[in-house]
């Protein structure tokens, strides 16, 4: 990648958790020795220690999540705004945070991560970033494993999977494509926007996509929790 570009990981923690339940949002939760938040932000400072970090807290949970990253990074460049009630809105938010900081131009890189996918490695982070650096936009993935069926009215088809990725997130974006995008239509113009991926592609730039990992798994359910938790005392054994 260009040395001359810094990277922006925007941690996307403003979630409610309400299909995961508790008295915390998920984010905030202890997995393992550490709350869910910390993980992939750890990861991605292993990769770039001077990187920039943009948190997007719940306002109910605000506070705490700050008192929380501040207290786990004191070295690092952070940075926090609320999010919204949907992932679009957070988004927004965060790009608002981002023009404050003067970060969306082509000398920087901005990354955003689903702070509930703990176990993105560091060579995805890289990959996806760099390409990113490279083509302007880029987000990474997995081709579909399971069967797929497109429902229609009454009846439903299978739909051949060899053509389908399931996307995962860091998704990562050039700063100017990142204004670019903006200035033509908001994250939030559409409920098909479902992550920064489709926005940036409705927009009218191309997203390259880049292989992700199958650890790479979003926590949504308490099921997700209880592989999360197998899967780090794997770890802790090899």
Not at 123 to 128: F, G, W
């Amino acid at each position: 990648m260009n040395g001359m570009r810094k990277v922006v990981w925007v941690q996307l923690a403003a979630g409610s958790g309400s299909r995961f339940g508790g008295r915390l949002p998920k984010q905030f939760q202890r997995l393992g020795r550490k709350p869910l938040l910390l993980y992939a932000i750890e990861t991605f400072l292993q990769v770039y220690p001077d990187g920039i970090l943009v948190a997007v807290l719940p306002l109910a949970h605000f506070r705490h999540g700050e008192k929380l990253l501040c207290s786990a990074f004191p070295q690092a460049d952070l940075h926090f705004t609320v999010g919204g009630a949907t992932r679009s809105a957070s988004t927004e938010a965060a790009l608002v945070l981002l023009n404050d900081l003067e970060v969306l131009t082509s000398k920087y890189v901005v990354a955003f991560h689903d702070a509930a996918r703990p176990f993105v490695s560091a060579a995805v982070i890289q990959r996806t970033v760099e390409a990113a650096a490279e083509t302007g936009a880029a987000v990474c993935g997995m081709p579909m494993s399971v069967s797929v069926r497109k429902v229609e009215g009454n009846s439903s088809y299978a739909v051949p999977r060899e053509t389908l990725w399931e996307v995962q997130t860091p998704q990562a974006f050039r700063g100017d494509i990142l204004q670019k995008a903006w200035q033509r239509l908001s994250p939030t113009a559409s409920p098909a926007f479902t992550d920064e991926g489709s926005w940036i592609e409705a927009a009218g730039f191309p997203v390259q996509l880049v292989s992700g990992e199958p650890q790479n798994l979003k926590i949504t359910y308490p099921i997700d929790w209880e592989v999360a938790r197998l899967w780090l005392r794997r770890q802790k054994k090899a």
